[in-house]
């Protein structure tokens, strides 16, 4: 089967809390952190459940789909109900599965905080179990890659050791920790390379606590073989770099942020959509921020992904500030 776009990654159930949770400062004389706080011991009533499905790969499969592009979602799912409940939710969204089935599907418990952020519980299940046999032979214009570990991780090197497309790569902090020499079997093989901040000071073996200054990530990042590096930054916005120039994109002043779940999958699978129709970087850059920003005035990382028109509509209504310069 021919496809425009080859989601890899991890797919999971998500199941979204609404907590009344109390947040607490742990400090040491090196970092600050906050911490979700639950009495011990005790039965939590939860103001709201709601359900879902979710993963990288599946998060970025139905990003490309709503967008228009023929799209098919490669990775591990288990023998269960939860699996039955993902590729349903795939066939909905005209998504092909072109992987397989064993053991538990992935699960992903979301505890939503009183400060508009989260922290997720998750079991990887059979994401991390993908091996060569699993794989539905395909052909296709790009591959986007989101985080895979373990025994999927080698599958996927040998896999694109035999493809002849564009690949992104969208990493996790897991993978991003293991730095370029753990990882440069894969990295060697992107054409577009896509971290936040956080993964990006990991996988350059920096303290993110630090704050370390976007252009100077940048800077180390430029010394890797991808054509293409992208770091965002939360409400601080993004910084794309092409070879020629380096470009910063600025969030809309006004975002009533709901939920951040899956901003992060919304707005590398648009870049990438973007790359692939042959957008300017300012474009792309506006595209993928757009994308993401409905993302996240929404609960559930799937629910307010866009289709072109309505980004592009948006688009033309909106004043972006995105800079254009050197990297030196």
Not at 62 to 89: C, P, S, Y
Not at 182 to 203: R, W
Not at 223 to 239: E, H, M, N, Q, Y
Request: net charge negative; glycine share 8%; proline share 2%.
């Amino acid at each position: 089967m021919k496809y425009e776009f080859i989601c890899i990654g991890s797919a999971t159930v998500d199941q979204f809390a609404n907590t009344d949770s109390e947040l607490i400062k742990i400090q040491t004389r090196t970092t600050t952190e906050e911490l979700i706080a639950f009495p011990l011991g005790s039965k939590l009533l939860i103001s709201g459940l709601k359900i879902t499905t979710g993963g990288g790969g599946t998060n970025s499969a139905v990003a490309l789909a709503r967008l228009g592009f023929k799209t098919a979602f490669l990775g591990k799912l288990g023998e269960d109900a939860n699996a039955e409940f993902v590729m349903q939710a795939l066939s909905d969204e005209g998504i092909d599965f072109i992987g397989g089935r064993e053991g538990q599907t992935g699960v992903s418990m979301i505890l939503d905080s009183i400060a508009d952020d989260r922290t997720i519980l998750a079991f990887k299940g059979a994401n991390n179990s993908l091996t060569p046999q699993d794989i539905i032979s395909f052909e296709t214009q790009w591959i986007y890659l989101s985080s895979m570990l373990e025994q999927s991780f080698d599958t996927v090197v040998e896999l694109l050791q035999t493809q002849q497309c564009q690949v992104a790569f969208n990493p996790s902090n897991y993978q991003a920790e293991m730095g370029y020499e753990a990882l440069s079997a894969l990295i060697d093989q992107v054409d577009v390379l896509i971290m936040n901040k956080e993964e990006a000071s990991l996988f350059l073996g920096l303290r993110y606590e630090e704050e370390p200054e976007t252009r100077a990530l940048m800077q180390e990042m430029a010394k890797l073989p991808p054509s293409v590096f992208v770091i965002t930054d939360g409400a601080r916005g993004v910084t794309v770099y092409d070879r020629h120039y380096c470009y910063t994109g600025e969030p809309m002043d006004v975002i009533d942020v709901a939920e951040t779940t899956g901003a992060g999958d919304a707005f590398a699978s648009t870049f990438a959509a973007a790359q692939y129709i042959g957008l300017s970087p300012e474009q792309a850059i506006h595209m993928a921020m757009t994308n993401a920003e409905s993302v996240i005035q929404h609960s559930g990382a799937k629910e307010k992904l866009l289709g072109r028109q309505a980004i592009e509509d948006l688009m033309r209504k909106q004043d972006r500030k995105i800079s254009k310069t050197i990297l030196n």
